[in-house]
């Protein structure tokens, strides 16, 4: 059983940058070999989706909206992923969640749905103005 927990997130002025965490606890995923994980926001009204996501092998996928400008390093040691935000817009406000996949095979430069995620964890919000 995986469990994640998410923090770091909070309030900052557009241009500026947050660095989210998300805590692995439970069974660590390299047990389960190969693995996906990945980060999605929610905004009020809107429908989740896809933000990052990193598989076992290292291989990363971002959504256009944020490429260039969020990056997500992961360390192995510490059991934690990151996001990394740079400069936010008004546009990235909202509710940031971690999720994992395990048992995925690796899919180079692809965001899987949320469908495809077994574990998540509870949330911590961005606001941007």
């Known amino acids: 059983h995986v469990q994640l927990v998410e923090s770091g997130g909070g309030s900052v002025a557009a241009g500026g940058s947050l660095r989210l965490s998300c805590a692995i606890s439970?069974?660590?995923?390299?047990?389960?070999?190969?693995?996906?994980m990945g980060w999605f926001r929610q905004a009020p009204g809107k429908e989740r989706e896809g933000v990052s996501s990193i598989f076992s092998d290292g291989s990363t996928a971002y959504a256009g909206s944020v490429k260039g400008r969020f990056t997500i390093p992961k360390d192995n040691a510490k059991d934690t992923l990151y996001l990394q935000m740079n400069s936010l817009k008004p546009e990235d406000s909202a509710m940031y969640y971690c999720a994992a996949a395990p048992g995925v095979r690796p899919s180079p430069g692809r965001l899987l749905p949320g469908a495809a995620y077994g574990y998540w964890g509870q949330g911590t919000q961005v606001t941007v103005s």
């Open positions: 439970g069974y660590t995923l390299s047990t389960y070999g190969r693995y996906c």
